[in-house]
Structure formats: structure tokens, C-alpha cells
């Protein structure tokens, strides 16, 4: 359901068992209790009895979700968003706007992903020590835990950025990083090799301008993508898995529609699709 116009009213809606967007400024949805994917981009967009939502989208100022207490996926990226007493997300949560608060947060299911050149954000709930050395690089959100110079490339020690009970519980792993390029691994000297593999020279002619219909193994496609973007190894398999089961080939317009957002993913596009 999507919601162009402005003031639009629909007093006696209470539930949607599918998508609703919210387009028009000042839509009345007094009613609404729960909906299992909101997506708000109208200023000032209030939904006063929503109680619990699947995937929750804010992309516009001023959302006020009063009685929201339960959520799937949280994406933020607009000022002014008040949550007051959400206190679950059960997948990750995306914070891409200043002003973020969340006082009632207490349990994330999936990663906490703050964009600190654009966010700050406060849940001491969830973690009382806070956000400020989050970080989010190559597609994946991290906390750094210390760093150390090698030559003139930044060591980081990390986690995975995962709540649980206060505590970080993500995977540990280092982050190599020289200027505004970084690559991580499991080990320090595997992630120098992974920066020195992206910052360096790779011959990527065969891959230039392929036709749609090219078909390879998944396997096959992470090389070629590695290969075009640099990306590491690690980042690559970490983005398979979370795809799930996989087909035994895929065409090059499939694998352009998969890696849509994903590290790389317009220079890919440019070599390989012209």
C-alpha cells in the first residue's frame, strides 16, 4: 500500500499484512497496530498506535512512532526520528542520521550499523558505552577495539559489531588501512596482503564488457568480482553466506542484480557491463 497523497485518512486501518509507504505529508493511519514493512519518506509522518513492524524504513524528518515496541530491520536516515520505547529489533540496525535515539533499545538481533560521518546515536540500553568508535567500512560495521601504525598503514583490531547483554560478541578481526582504503582479514598478514591485492594492479581486460548471458559458478563470479573491485576475501565470502542457499551458476545480469548495493557494485557494473 502506498500512500501518495497529502492528509490522507484511514481511521479504522489496523493491520497490513504486507508493505505500506508513506509518500504525502500528514497521513491520519490513527488505528494502524502493526504492519510488516513501513517505509516513511513524508515529513512529519505519525503513526500513533503502531505497536510492532517488520522492516521499518526512515528516510524523512520528524517520524514519531509513539507505541512502537517491536521492529524487524531499522534503517534511519533522517533527523528527528522518535522511537521512545522500541526496546527490540529483531535484524540489524542502520543509523545514517544525527540525533538518533533510541532509549528504550535493549536487544539487536543482527549488526549494528552506524555511519559515523553521518550519525550519532544513543541507546544505553543497549550499549552503555556507547557508539563512537563504531565504524563502518567496505560494507560491513565494526567497532575498533585498538590500533597500531605498521610503516604507514593503520593496524585496527576489531569485532563485528553485534549487541548482546552489553557486551560485543562479533567476530574478531583486523582491518589494514592506509589512506581511505582498508581490507580485513582474520590475521594481520593476511589483511596487508588483501590491501596490497586491492591497492594494486590488476589486470582486468577480459572482464570488460561481457554479455549478459555469461554464465559462471558463484565461486567463479566472487574471483571476477574480486578481481574488478579489489574487494577481499573475507567481505566476499561474508556476502555469500548471508545470501543463503546458492544456485550452481548465475548469469552476469543475475550477479549484477545480487551485488546491487554491495562494496564495488557500480565499478563492477561499468567493467563488466559497460
Known sequence: MSI???????????EVSGYVAIRGDGPN????????????SA??????ALVKSGYMRIHAKGATLPMLVESGSLYIEAEGASLPVLAKVSGSV???????????????????DIRPEKADFQAPKLYAKGFD???????ISYIVLSSRKKGDVEILSCRRAQ???QKIIGEKLFIAKKGDQTAHALDIKTALEELAFKTGERDIEQYKNMPKSTCKSPQDWAYVYRMVTGA???GTKDF????????????????LEETKGAFGHEAFRRVVAG
Open 4 to 14: 501518495l497523497a497529502e492528509g490522507a485518512t484511514l481511521p479504522a486501518l489496523a
Open 133 to 139: 568508535n563504531f565504524r563502518f567500512y567496505d560494507g
Open 43 to 48: 515529513e512529519g509522518a505519525t503513526l500513533p
Open 29 to 40: 493511519l490513527p488505528a494502524l497496530v502493526k504492519a510488516d514493512y513501513v517505509d516513511i
Open 240 to 255: 555469500m553466506e548471508r545470501k543463503g542457499k546458492l544456485k550452481k551458476t548465475y548469469t552476469l545480469s543475475e550477479i
Open 232 to 234: 577481499c576475501q573475507y
Open 163 to 165: 549487541i548482546k547483554a
Open 94 to 112: 542502520v543509523i545514517e542520521a544525527k540525533g538518533a535515539s533510541l532509549p528504550a533499545l535493549a536487544k539487536v538481533s543482527g549488526s549494528v
